[in-house]
């Protein structure tokens, strides 16, 4: 059974960092893209950074400060949130599809249940 599971979430106070974590298991394409989309309240979701099992990044939120690193061995991804601002408050999911990145939410083959990020004083 395929499974998504997300952790790292909570609050933070605004400048500070996040380390979130994906792991995927039970996937049995041997090509497969993990995204993180975010989904702020009253706003539509949209997509954060992938990373695709060879190793490729993309990163849309256009932010220097969010990056994202991979365990190949453990299907993981880690995307670390950096110098956090209360826009950045929203809940933060995990999603995989098949080969390549592509943003589209309505392309993703499975999700995780998300992780609250809040970002407040």
């Known amino acids: 059974q395929f499974e998504v599971a997300e952790s790292g979430g909570g609050l933070v106070q605004p400048g500070g960092s996040l380390r979130l974590s994906c792991q995927a298991s039970g996937f049995i394409s041997d090509y497969y893209a993990i995204s993180w989309f975010r989904q702020a309240p009253g706003k539509e979701r949209e997509g954060v950074s992938c990373v695709e099992i060879r190793g490729d990044v993309t990163n849309w939120s256009g932010e220097d400060r969010f990056t994202v690193s991979r365990d190949s061995a453990k299907n993981t991804v880690y995307p670390e949130m950096n110098s956090l601002k209360p826009e950045d408050t929203a809940v933060y999911y995990c999603?995989?599809?098949?080969?390549?990145?592509?943003?589209?939410?309505?392309?993703?083959?499975?999700w995780g249940q998300g992780t609250q990020v809040t970002v407040s004083s």
């Open positions: 999603a995989v599809q098949s080969f390549y990145c592509t943003g589209q939410t309505y392309e993703q083959d499975y």
